[in-house]
């Protein structure tokens, strides 16, 4: 078995996972999200950390139950699989303790920043030159912001890195980074080395000392003593790091083969498609995100926007509904929502992909006395849905596709995406970055999962070839809108 855990924003999770795919009950426990003036967002790096510590232990007191239903009494805790949240900027020092709260991916404190090295090109040549879609909430412009604003808490730091290594640092006592977290935004991702020269684009190459090497593929760090006693598993334990969330949902939903997208459905919306070819995508607008992976010769092209679920979530609360009541609202909708459409950009940070615009904001229109609540709710899922065909188009996808998330619980959600996109859609409704990070564990255990095993239990959304039809007006109508809409921001 391995314990798998997954550090979300907001909700850390962790349960055991078998070789044959299965899983014990999944545990939770809940981190603050600052939210605060001057379109700051932070966190705390021990609380973090401690939610890590509540669920792996709550995982490990299921082992004996999980040992039953595998069959093997003798089954043992072969490792500790990490992934979480990307972006931002999560500085410690060497003995991996925080120099101030962790700076979130959502943060929009350096919009300015990014701002002027858009107008100036700086952003343009690092997305040449990295595939990094530069953004407010990563890593170069959270950087610049302290080098300008506080300079002295990156003289304190010893490392500026990400969610996962933060954990990892504190259970294993290593500074490291998986190679997928450090493709933001200064690898050059065919070599797994640093591009020197996008550092000195934006200013850093003094802070160069701040950024941890990437591991090599398959690497596990032992778990310190002190450490494996608190969470009760053996000293020395293999921890594998990473890949981050985005990368982790997409192989744990099932991505193999290049041209083979997935769609993560969250409180934000990732579109990404694996590739052999390392060249970055989005090349008239300088957004998404080129990622190496754990395997050699594979890569990811991403769109992460900012939408996705929070919009709902958002749409929602105004509306006085519940999130059980979606589905049921869906359906009393035809496929157009009376003829109400949504831009979905409901984020105080703006948008990420396909294009980046801190400005950005959501509308509806065609509101008329006729207009009812569930129109409303369509037409927001409509255009999210719109959107997501926009990342993977951007991307130049035209596969096969799996979705995963939150939004997926939603069937007649997962139908507007279908009939939007014009394909099936394979969806994985189980804690799939666990299962990423799981099965990247496996391998660098030398003991690879079986795929056809691993992904059995996806179930498939067929397209209605008329609801595709009437949505391939509707995306043409999305596009027009959306073009109008940006000179307006």
């Known amino acids: 078995m391995i314990i798998g855990v997954d550090v979300g924003t907001s909700v850390t999770k962790a349960q055991l ?31 973090v950390v401690g939610t890590v510590v509540t669920v792996v232990k709550a995982a490990v007191a299921d082992a004996d139950e999980m040992r039953q239903r595998v069959g093997n009494p003798e089954e043992p805790i072969e ?94 006592g290593r500074i490291t980074v998986d190679a997928s977290e450090a493709s933001q935004p200064f690898l050059d991702v065919a070599a797994r ?55 982790a949902c997409g192989f744990g939903s099932g991505l193999s083969e290049p041209g083979e997208g997935n769609l993560i459905i969250g409180t934000t919306l990732a579109s990404q498609v694996l ?41 929602l609360k105004m509306l006085g509904l519940r999130v059980e009541e979606i589905d049921a609202l869906l359906a009393q909708s035809p496929v157009g929502a009376g003829g109400v459409t949504a831009l979905p950009f409901i984020s105080t940070s703006g948008e990420r992909a396909p294009f980046v615009d801190a ?16 129109d409303l709710v369509r037409a927001l899922c409509e255009s999210v849905a719109y959107s997501a065909r926009h990342c993977l188009e951007t991307l130049g996808f035209d596969g096969s596709v799996t979705a995963c998330g939150g939004g997926t619980r939603s069937g007649e959600w997962d139908r507007i995406f279908a009939g939007v996109l014009g394909r099936d859609v394979h969806v994985r409704d189980d804690a799939v970055g666990i299962r990423g990070a799981a099965q990247v564990a496996w391998e660098a255990l030398g003991r690879p999962v079986d795929p056809a095993e691993w992904h059995a239990d996806r179930r498939t959304v067929r397209a209605d070839p008329q609801a595709a039809e ?15 809409a940006r000179q307006s921001w």
């Not at 078998?18 to 609380?47: F, I, M």
């Not at 032992?222 to 990473?242: D, F, K, N």
């Not at 400005?359 to 569930?374: E, H, I, K, V, Y």
């Open 470 to 484: 009437e949505y391939e007006r509707g995306y043409a109508a999305y596009l027009s809108t959306l073009k109008t």
């Open 79 to 172: 490792a500790l699989a990490l992934t979480g949240q990307g972006d931002g900027l999560w500085l410690r020092d060497a003995e991996s303790r925080p120099v101030g709260r962790v700076l979130s991916w959502m943060d929009g404190r350096a919009a300015e920043i990014l701002e002027r090295w858009t107008a100036d090109g700086v952003a343009a040549e690092v997305h040449r030159r990295t595939g990094a879609g530069l953004f407010p909430g990563s890593a170069a412009p959270l950087l610049a912001h302290l080098a300008k604003h506080e300079p002295e808490r990156l003289e304190r730091a010893a490392v500026a890195g990400y969610c996962v290594d933060s954990i990892v640092h504190r259970f294993t």
């Open 17 to 47: 996972i078998s070789r044959d795919g299965r899983t014990s009950p999944a545990h939770e426990a809940r981190s603050t999200v600052y939210t605060l003036p001057g379109n700051r967002v932070e966190q705390d790096l021990d609380e």
């Open 193 to 247: 080395t640093y591009d020197e020269r996008a550092l000195e684009l934006t200013g850093l190459t003094a802070h160069r000392r701040l950024l941890a090497e990437p591991a090599p593929p398959g690497t596990l760090f032992p778990l310190l003593p002190e450490v494996a006693a608190e969470l009760g598993l053996p000293s020395g334990l293999p921890v594998s790091a990473g890949p981050f969330d985005i990368p």
């Open 359 to 374: 400005n950005a904001r959501g509308r509806f229109d065609g509101l008329s006395p006729l207009t009812t609540r569930a």
């Open 275 to 315: 590739s052999d070819d390392p060249t970055p995508a989005g090349e008239d607008e300088p957004a998404g995100m080129l990622l190496a992976t754990p395997y050699e010769g594979r890569y990811l092209k991403v769109m992460p926007a900012m939408i996705g679920t929070a919009g709902l979530d958002w749409l």
